[in-house]
């Protein structure tokens, strides 16, 4: 795990400014005339997904997907993913094209659970993401943590923009593997990402709390911790 979370996590002040700045940034998006999941819409997302979510529930899983966003695509890509409308190739089957075997490992049937979170190709990955659960929540990751956004024991707002990042990052060696027969981007690449975009949760943090008197390190200054 590298040294911006670990810090977060041990520090009081941090965890509470960000708490504070998140939960001002939901309500003022809370605060818009924006339409609710509705019941049908409820029990599709909940027969999707096998759980049993209140159309509440499932509406501010929503508005924090569109309101801590690093980049547009990421908020689309989960909204497609929540609602399983990726274009996987067990979807392409059911349209007459293709085997509806992964592309990367070649050996069980494409869907986003696999895709995102069964895949061997993804272990890199979800070991990093294990470390981080078992060191901040004491239990390792769950599919539901990645996919829906779940994440027990961690800020809701901070790990939609983490997962924002790890989703485009398995979705680029996908789709690199389908169509290019590329190798894939460098797993530092993504701790790079993950980096800058903690860091700018940091930085939202010191800018709207000048007072705590954050020790705020640029991320050019600040080297990756290796994961053990």
Request: charge should be positive; hydrophobic fraction near 40%.
């Amino acid at each position: 795990m590298f040294g911006w979370y670990k810090g977060a996590s041990q520090s009081s002040a941090l965890s509470s400014s960000l708490a504070q700045v998140t939960g001002e940034i939901f309500k003022q998006y809370r605060n818009r005339n924006r339409r609710g999941v509705d019941n049908e819409l409820k029990k599709k997302l909940n027969r999707i997904w096998k759980v049993s979510w209140s159309a509440k529930q499932w509406t501010y899983r929503f508005q924090c997907l569109w309101a801590f966003p690093t980049a547009s695509k990421h908020s689309f890509l989960l909204w497609l993913l929540i609602h399983q409308g990726i274009w996987t190739s067990v979807r392409a089957l059911k349209a007459g094209k293709g085997s509806g075997f992964c592309a990367r490992c070649k050996t069980q049937l494409e869907d986003c659970t696999h895709l995102w979170f069964y895949c061997k190709h993804n272990k890199k990955v979800l070991d990093f993401l294990n470390s981080v659960f078992l060191n901040i929540c004491n239990k390792p990751m769950e599919l539901q943590d990645l996919l829906l956004g779940n994440c027990k024991g961690l800020d809701v707002p901070l790990w939609n923009i983490w997962r924002g990042i790890i989703v485009w990052f398995i979705w680029n060696q996908r789709n690199d593997a389908v169509f290019q027969n590329a190798s894939s981007p460098p797993f530092s690449l993504l701790m790079y990402d993950l980096q800058q975009a903690s860091y700018r949760c940091c930085k939202l943090v010191s800018d709207a709390f000048p007072s705590d008197n954050l020790s705020i390190p640029s991320p050019e200054n600040q080297q990756m911790a290796e994961l053990e």
